[in-house]
């Protein structure tokens, strides 16, 4: 049976001449379904770049990228993306709800199947009560889970995330991970999730999978070993995950270095 995602040997090269720049190079791996796999990288690497190719929306200069067995050419609708700016990819002019039933509309969706997935997904995150409300009415972490929100109301195969949390202060963010968490494990969800944070890559994910500096490619791909329960604070101060963040370290400096000098 074929892997849920498959890359392989991805390049992508952004212009042609001298001034042309390759952001991602010969970078391949798998994604399993269920799995929660989070990508790491330096700022600059070439990270969204590489998940903006997986989604479609880039389309890559060399290389595959196959979605249950079938070659992605284009935007599959059995893929859900969400951003780190949550500002700008909710509408002010519509409701929460009206935010999370949009994309269920070009999907062919009727008026109640909407409104019931809409409800459904609004429920996960725990905004059942905000789905009248608009997203200039919202905290910042508030519209984040909402954009998750409506990734989540399409039913994806795979959700693509792109340092979702980033743009949110400290507490809220731990709070969106352990929702992340929870919400991956309570629907079955298969996720993808890039980040340039070391502790939030280990925290959150069941891989690690180390980016090198400019161009990307994959250094390593590190098994989580924690518990699926796991707490922000317990779990950061436990032996596992200290040395795994450790290593993470180490691979994102070395190849830093080495990056630099070659
Ligand atoms: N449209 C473009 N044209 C030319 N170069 C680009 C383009 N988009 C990105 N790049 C370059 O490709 C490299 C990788 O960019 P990308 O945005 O994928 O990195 P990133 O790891 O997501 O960065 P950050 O963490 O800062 O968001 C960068 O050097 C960037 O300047």
């Not at 809409?118 to 905000?130: K, S």
């Not at 507490?171 to 309570?186: I, K, S």
Request: charged residues 25%.
């Amino acid at each position: 049976m074929p892997a849920m995602l498959e890359v392989k040997a991805l390049r992508h090269r952004f212009g042609t001449g001298p001034g042309a720049h390759t952001a991602v190079e010969d970078l391949s791996f798998t994604v399993e379904a269920g799995e929660l796999a989070c990508l790491v990288g330096h700022s600059g690497c070439g990270k969204s770049t590489l998940l903006r190719c997986v989604a479609g929306l880039t389309r890559p200069t060399g290389g595959t990228i196959r979605l249950h067995g079938t070659e992605v050419d284009g935007v599959p609708p059995e893929l859900a993306v969400v951003f780190q700016d949550y500002g700008r990819s909710l509408f002010p002019w519509l409701t929460v709800a009206g935010n999370v039933e949009f994309p269920l509309r070009s999907a062919g969706l009727d008026r109640r199947e909407r409104a019931s997935r809409a409800r459904q997904a609004l429920d996960w995150v725990g905004l059942a009560d905000a789905h009248r409300r608009f997203p200039w009415q919202l905290s910042g972490g508030m519209q984040q889970r909402v954009a998750i929100a409506r990734a989540l109301a399409s039913r994806p195969a795979l959700l693509l995330m792109d340092e979702p949390f980033a743009s949110v202060d400290a507490q809220t963010r731990f709070e969106l991970e352990d929702l992340l968490r929870r919400v991956r494990r309570e629907q079955d969800t298969t996720i993808l999730l890039v980040t340039h944070d070391i502790d939030e890559s280990v925290y959150l994910g069941d891989r690690v999978l180390v980016l090198s500096s400019s161009p990307a490619s994959i250094v390593a791909d590190l098994t989580v070993d924690l518990p699926a329960e796991r707490d922000q604070i317990t779990t950061r101060e436990s032996a596992e995950f200290v040395a795994l963040r450790g290593e993470v370290a180490r691979l994102l400096r070395h190849r830093a270095v080495v990056g630099e000098a070659s």
